[in-house]
């Protein structure tokens, strides 16, 4: 929650909420497109779909709150609630599973809280972890690399005909965690789409979001602390728990860095201005919070990735971590941080 | 002679207090009583129901839970020595219910029963236990998906030892969607339930004639 | 003294247990995840509190204030034993899915509660009407939540009555949404919060509407005189 813990000067800038807000759903093309590169049109009808679930719910839930209509909407936070919904979910997910997800972000997420600004949960994370817990099997339903033909991958999400069976097959780091007997090597030959650079794999869907991340950065729409925060930790934790590659390998830095939902969560979730932490070393903080929980739950947890979590689990840190980081105040020698006696 | 105040109060209030005590624990004792010989028995109705499932109907007209043994072996994979319960026809041993432990589950051990009959078929296998993810690895519970059925009338040597694995490893068991590791641990479980009955099958099913006869 | 009319708009709407005053969350949130265990701890709570509040107000003239609250300690735990033993004798199968959660009743807030602001200080007939109604509106708080969550989690209500109504009613499951895939969340934890936290913002909501009608319809407005400690809604 953005409690307002950085004092004046306060520079005035031109980011507005909506110019802000589009850049980040902008900044996401590249991932969209290495994904649907990858997937097929999965991605760009969760995309359209959610976009369309988004506004409608968050007009509705508008209306019944008799705030005006047109000004929310313009400021697009939904919008970019919906884009990372979509890209986060499975590409070929029911249109149902995709409308419970967008609806509870904006009700339960963000609506119900105030609306945007006072939310203490990053909205779209809170939906992937309803529809996580509540459709498991086709929340782990991913799609071989182009496996899906585009009026198939139609037809199934809208529900008028289902895929055939085995279209769906295991992530990396689904492969890895049910792994017990082969080597790495075995697993990644036996798995081309799994990558170490070269040919058709999802390292590139991260590469991807990691390039529009650091065009947020040159945008300044987004600070570098909180994606090095968690990027590092990520980094950190892996190589300290790196045991090589036989067949209970936890995996390798690189493996962890580039798989999963990592550069998405560095560029897009962990830097959420609402939801994190405030100061540039809270920032920091609040992202290698997450970066170690990911690779807790990855590693030793119940599910193979664990972003969505990570980034709850640090939401609710955040005010506690902008209060002990609150920067030197102009014109105070030291910084006020924790609590004093005969405070 | 007279008390001070404050001890009259102590006394009255001791003396109420104890009065309570014994009126409550009365009550208690009373019901207790009433309900004693009840609660033992739908205890065992609960249990003799839960075993008799495992057993098809007229293999057996003993008392499943009348005689117990103790047993105890690593293949069992349980921490403990668990009861097996023997069932017998006609005074000749017709099957027998163990107590087995998967301890690789995908969150934590699963235990079951897991019914064999003398001749060496499995008639039944129930999850007693388990901590699976709701949704994925808990079709294991006969509640939620009959694919613990597909043990019933299989055997070691149906299939043989490569058949016992999912489908996934080569094996003859289904796995379920986005589950693989809970019932590739129910069907490891089993498989070994099954070797420690082959091993031991004539001390398991001898004791239970003696003890009869 | 307050009439049996007031008493059970009192326990059923107005100073709700499970809606209002949010004492006992812990059964009302943890074993609310089926109509079956819903309707069986609420029953069990309902008579648990019933049977405490008639007993307690017996004896309120006989206790005096040092040791009436052992002395209530004791009437509601040894209540409390009474009902377990009695679960566990007739609904065996249902005694051991609540598991925990009978003993538990001794702790629950609303018993003692009900003993000390109601039963303590009325008559026999009206304390146990009043047990009788603040456990009818705390388990009908229950059986809604249970409904929900069974109805979203499963697609079907009504599921496995049999443990409680024996079986005449194995086939009582209504299934209203057949190929369902199962709202998984509504059954687990959170789903318990969810569903509570919606029950309450109706409640007021409701609340709401009925005070404005009464304000168009009539000038003067109520004399306040309820002040029970209240978590959710207005003070009156």
């Not at chain 1, 590092?232 to 045991?243: D, E, R, T, Y």
């Not at chain 1, 020698?333 to 006696?341: D, N, P, Q, S």
């Not at chain 3, 499963?154 to 009582?172: D, E, K, R, S, V």
Request: proline share 5%.
């Amino acid at each position: 929650m953005a409690l307002p813990r950085i004092t004046s000067p306060h520079a005035k800038g031109n980011n507005r909420t909506q110019r802000v807000m589009l850049l980040v759903a902008a900044a996401c093309a590249p991932g969209a497109l290495a994904l649907t590169w990858l997937f097929g049109i999965g991605t760009l009808v969760n995309l359209v779909w959610a976009s369309l679930v988004a506004v409608a719910v968050e007009a509705a839930i508008l209306a019944v709150r008799r705030r005006p209509l047109a000004f929310f909407l313009k400021d697009g936070s939904a919008l970019v609630t919906a884009v990372l919904l979509a890209l986060a979910l499975p590409p070929y997910a029911p249109w149902w599973l995709t409308l419970v997800a967008v609806g509870f972000a904006i009700i339960f997420g963000k609506q119900l809280y105030g609306g945007l600004g006072q939310n203490p949960f990053n909205p779209a994370m809170l939906g992937y972890v309803v529809v996580l817990i509540s459709f498991p099997i086709p929340m782990t339903s991913w799609p071989a690399p182009h496996s899906v033909g585009v009026w198939e991958g139609l037809q199934h999400i809208f529900g008028l005909a289902s895929l055939p069976d085995g279209w769906s097959q295991a992530t990396a780091l689904d492969s890895l965690k049910v792994n017990k007997s082969l080597t790495m090597d075995e697993l990644w030959a036996q798995n081309p789409a799994f990558g170490q650079f070269g040919g058709k794999a999802v390292e590139w869907v991260n590469l991807a979001f990691l390039l529009g991340g650091l065009f947020l950065i040159h945008k300044k729409i987004i600070s570098w602390h909180a994606p090095l925060g968690m990027l590092g930790a990520l980094f950190v934790m892996s190589l300290i728990f790196w045991n090589g590659s036989g067949s209970d390998s936890n995996g390798s830095p690189l493996f962890h860095l580039l798989t999963g939902a990592t550069m998405l969560g560095a560029f897009f979730i962990v830097t959420d201005p609402v939801s994190g932490a405030t100061s540039n070393l809270g920032r920091v903080i609040f992202g290698a919070g997450v970066g170690i929980l990911v690779y807790l739950i990855r590693t030793w947890g119940g599910y193979p990735d664990g972003v969505a979590f990570a980034v709850l689990l640090m939401n609710l840190a955040a005010p506690t971590i902008d209060y002990y980081t609150r920067p030197r105040t102009y014109g105070h020698r030291k910084a006020e941080r924790g609590f004093k006696l005969g405070e | 002679m007279a008390l001070p105040d404050i001890s009259r109060s102590m006394l009255n209030n001791s003396l109420v207090l104890g009065l309570f005590a014994v009126l409550t624990v009365g009550l208690v004792a009373v019901t207790q009583f009433g309900t004693a010989d009840r609660i033992a028995a739908a205890e065992r109705e609960a249990k003799a129901r839960a075993l008799g499932e495992i057993l098809p109907a007229g293999s057996y007209d003993n008392h499943l839970l009348d005689h117990p043994r103790e047993v105890f072996d690593p293949l069992l994979g349980n921490k403990t020595a668990t009861p097996a319960y023997v069932a017998t026809l006609k005074g000749q041993p017709s099957g027998i219910i163990l107590q087995a432990t998967a301890p690789d589950g995908y969150s934590g051990s699963i235990v079951l029963l897991v019914g064999v009959l003398a001749d060496g078929r499995l008639a039944g296998v129930r999850v007693i236990g388990h901590k699976e993810t709701p949704g994925l690895g808990d079709k294991i519970e006969l509640a939620k998906s009959p694919w613990i059925r597909s043990f019933e009338g299989r055997s070691l040597t149906s299939p043989d030892e490569s058949g016992w694995a999912v489908k996934k490893d080569g094996g003859q068991f289904d796995q379920f969607a986005g589950a693989t590791i809970t019932p590739r641990a129910v069907v490891k479980a089993v498989h070994k339930a099954l070797q420690y009955f082959d091993a031991h099958k004539a001390e398991l099913l001898a004791v239970q004639e003696n003890s009869n006869g | 003294m307050a009439s049996y009319r007031e008493i059970a708009v009192n326990g059923l709407w107005k100073n709700n247990p499970g809606l209002v005053q949010l004492l006992g969350l812990c059964p009302l949130l943890g074993v609310s995840n089926s109509m079956v265990n819903a309707l069986g701890m609420g029953i069990a709570t309902a008579l648990v509190l019933a049977a405490s509040n008639a007993a307690v107000a017996l004896v309120r003239n006989q206790v005096t204030d040092a040791v009436r609250l052992p002395v209530f300690v004791m009437i509601i735990a040894a209540l409390t034993t009474c009902i377990e033993l009695l679960m566990q004798a007739f609904t065996y199968e249902l005694y051991q899915i609540l598991g925990i959660f009978i003993p538990l009743i001794t702790t629950n807030c609303i018993i003692l509660g009900r003993a000390e602001a109601f039963a303590a200080k009325n008559s026999v007939l009206h304390a146990s009407f009043d047990g009788l109604m603040m456990g009818a509106g705390f388990g009908l708080v229950m059986l809604a939540i249970g409904t929900v969550r069974e109805l979203l989690g499963t697609g079907a209500i009504l599921g496995n009555m049999h443990l409680l109504f024996g079986p005449i009613a194995a086939h009582w499951q209504l299934t209203l949404f057949s190929d369902y895939s199962g709202f998984l969340l509504a059954i687990l934890p959170p789903g318990a919060f969810l569903v509570l936290g919606l029950l309450i913002a109706l409640k007021n909501v409701l609340d709401e509407r009925a005070a404005e009608r009464a304000k168009a319809t009539a000038a003067a407005p109520a004399p306040a005189t309820s002040r029970r400690v209240r978590v959710t809604g207005v003070i009156e």
